[in-house]
């Protein structure tokens, strides 16, 4: 960058004011550099600064600018940093007087100093950290932190960039005086569990040539909100479960699962109060589906079980369990008498009903289907007239004279295995019918009688006896 030379001498009031000089140079010139020819463009000649013993004064200046008599040339002295000297003011400039004697004459000298782009923006801090919740609306807005740059003019701050910009959109805000007051707006509604980080970069530009900037990053971290609610893993499980298995007996697992963090997904299961609540239970935090009480088949087969699966921060869904009951061989047959004869008479024809019984077991299948039998060795038979009644008969001719009481068993076993069986003893008197007629026990007898026996002498006993 070149600098210039604007001069003009004038004629002032004051007799020794003999007239002014000013210089336009940039800051930042090297030590020894030269300023301007000022014994030329005060149309003095060097002899003169010479006998004039030309000197230059001013309270402070003399540290930047020396004068060389002998050349008659202002020479910077020591380094110029405009910012130093002059902070944010456009306009800055070193004032001073050159003095000379013989006759005395003073002279008055501006030195400009113009600004080169020597500052970047900066920023005070190299990162910000925003915590922003999912739940933000567009339009939201975020004060960011402004930069600095000590330059002036175009060489001074001209403008910001936010990048990337997906979510976040910069909007610059000019408050009078060139304060510009800077803001990131949300512009895509953020989403947790899409994305939970994002790490921007701010650049500060300024409009010097060539162009100088800074950067800071923004970190934002999204927080939680409840905007998810737990999902079971099924809609419905279907499980199978023995009837008489153990309380504690793990049915199932239910699992759900939610997509927020911390206690917007933490989820508890429970199964709300019911006929199923008193014989399942859920653990709270595993799902673990148990039974907590007794089940049979004989009484329910099939149980619905909803379970609910909530968050901690109120939102809920429901899941249902169908346990299906097995069946166990665990009742045995029942046996009922409906009706018995306790006597019977010896004459009945075989075939003759004893007794009528009805059989229930109320298992299922196998282990429900149940069959009947009698002791060995008796002269009666069971039958199985219709489903689950069954009789007993006569089977072939009875005989008091034989056997005049039965104890008749009655044992009914199911199919299941292992098979259950139950018995029941029906005792029977055989009555008596005139079916014997006396009999002799001998053929013929033959007896003596000598003579002069005496009355009421036995000759022989005849013999005989019925059965009856
Ligand atoms: C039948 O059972 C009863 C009682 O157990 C017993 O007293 C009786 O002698 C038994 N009768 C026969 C014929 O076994
Ligand atoms: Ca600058
Ligand atoms: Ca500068």
């Known amino acids: 960058m070149g600098w210039q030379v604007l001069f003009f001498i004038s004629v002032l009031s ?20 030269s300023i301007g020819n000022i014994a030329h463009d005060l149309g003095l000649g060097v002899d003169r600064l010479q006998s004039g013993k030309a000197r230059i004064y001013s309270g402070n200046t003399e540290e930047y600018i020396e004068l060389k008599r002998e050349r008659g040339v202002l020479l910077i002295k020591d380094r110029i940093d405009r910012e130093t000297l002059c902070g944010q003011t456009m306009q800055c400039a070193l004032h001073f007087q050159m003095i000379l004697e013989n006759p005395m004459e003073f002279y008055t000298v501006t030195v400009e100093i113009t600004d080169i782009n020597d500052n970047p923006p900066t920023f005070e801090r190299s990162e910000m950290k925003y915590e922003i919740s999912e739940s933000a609306l567009t339009g939201a807005r975020f004060i960011l932190e402004k930069a600095i740059d000590n330059d002036v003019g175009v060489n001074g701050l001209d403008s910001y960039a936010l990048n990337p910009s997906d979510n976040f959109v910069l909007k610059t805000i000019s408050r009078g005086e060139g304060t510009k007051h800077i803001e990131m707006v949300l512009q895509k509604p953020l989403d947790r569990e899409t994305r939970e980080h994002f790490s921007l970069i701010l650049t500060a530009l300024d409009g010097g040539e060539p162009q100088l900037s800074g950067t800071m990053q923004i970190t934002i971290t999204v927080l939680d909100a409840n905007d998810n609610a737990p999902v079971c893993s099924k809609p ?4 199978s479960v023995k009837e008489n298995a153990a309380i504690g007996t793990v049915i199932t697992t239910v699992s759900a699962t939610d997509m927020d963090k911390g206690n917007n997904g933490k989820i508890a299961y429970a199964i709300p109060k019911s006929a199923a609540s008193n014989l399942f239970d859920i653990d709270p935090e595993s799902g673990v589906l148990a039974l907590k009480g007794k089940i049979d088949y004989e009484k329910r087969r099939v149980y619905e079980i909803d379970v609910q699966v909530s968050d901690q921060a109120g939102l809920s869904d429901a899941c249902k369990v169908i346990v299906e009951v097995k069946d166990e061989n665990d009742n045995p047959p029942s046996i009922n008498i409906m009706s018995k004869s306790n006597t019977v008479s010896e004459n009945m024809k075989p075939g003759t009903v004893l007794t009528m019984l009805n059989i229930q077991d109320p298992d299922s299948n196998e282990n429900g289907k149940v069959m009947c039998i009698l002791n060995d060795n008796l002269p009666f038979a069971i039958k199985s007239s219709s489903n689950n009644f069954f009789t007993v008969v006569t089977d072939s001719d009875l005989d008091r004279e034989r056997a005049s009481e039965y104890n008749i068993t009655v044992t009914c076993s199911d199919e299941g295995v292992p098979a259950l069986s139950s018995s029941v003893t029906l005792t029977l008197q055989i009555s008596d019918v005139n079916d014997n007629a006396p009999v002799f026990e001998r053929s013929s007898y033959e007896g003596y009688i000598v003579e002069n026996n005496t009355p009421g002498f036995s000759i022989f006993t005849v013999k005989a006896t019925d059965a009856d």
């Open 236 to 239: 419905e499980y279907t499980e």
């Open 14 to 33: 004051l007799d020794a004011v003999q007239g002014q000089v000013s210089y336009s140079i940039p800051e930042e010139m090297n030590k020894g550099a």
